[in-house]
């Protein structure tokens, strides 16, 4: 995101971004990285006091996973959710990124939501089981169907409140997407505040493009102002994840992303 203006190497880049006043960091592909890089990224953050942001733990999307109990597959996740944790305890992470897949629309299984649901709670306890002794947080994220991930299990806000309830842990909460739930519902003040006890991160994203807010149709300083209100008054501090491109190439673009951030932020 800031390549042009901060260069390619990962240190330099978190180097600029603490400057420009960032305080987190998130990388959906860390645990894809070379583990001395991994090491290195988490003494810069520590020494620039910044904090990690998620890492994807699993995300099968386009599959059936989670919906569907096959022992195989499941072991499979399970044991990506295990590899997770030493990743996470390196890079100084607290949350980590689980989507639970497709839902499972072959009509030969005829399995009903409700089913499929059941085994997706089941499936998300055990992951819990696993992370909660590490005092390790999974954060669910619904996916949009219309622009990007069609077929995905979990789409909605209500729906990955009802999810959390269910599988009742401290290691299960909302990875709140404020891109894809525009695009999926909307009313985003209304669901963030109906789900907030179970949100444990938020992504950023205007719609439509999926660039830097002020790109789109998001009134994003209002969406800021009220989580950072709430936020607030309730003594809880949330990183707000900039899940997205840049809306213009080259140095400009880098800057503009800068400036947008600062703009959305002068509430």
Known sequence: MFQNLAGKDE???LKFAADQGFTAWEDNQMKKRPKD???KIARTMSRLNMKMGVFVAHGSIGS?????KDAATWEGILSEIRDS???AKRVNAKWITVVPGNVDENPRARLALGYQTANVIELLRRCSGILEPHGLV???EPLNWYANHGGTFLRYSDQAYAL???VNSPSCKILFDIYHQQITEGNLISNIDKSWDEIGYFQAGDNPGRKEPGTGEINYRNV???IHERS???SKDFIIGMEHGNSIKGPEGDQAVIDAYRQADRF
Do not use: G, P, S
């Open 232 to 234: 607030k008054k309730e």
């Open 224 to 226: 800021f102002r009220h």
């Open 138 to 140: 999974m954060v669910l």
């Open 37 to 39: 890089l991994q090491e």
């Open 11 to 13: 240190i330099d880049q």
């Open 85 to 87: 944790i030493e990743v």
């Open 64 to 68: 059936v996973t989670f919906a569907n």
């Open 164 to 166: 959390c309830k269910a």
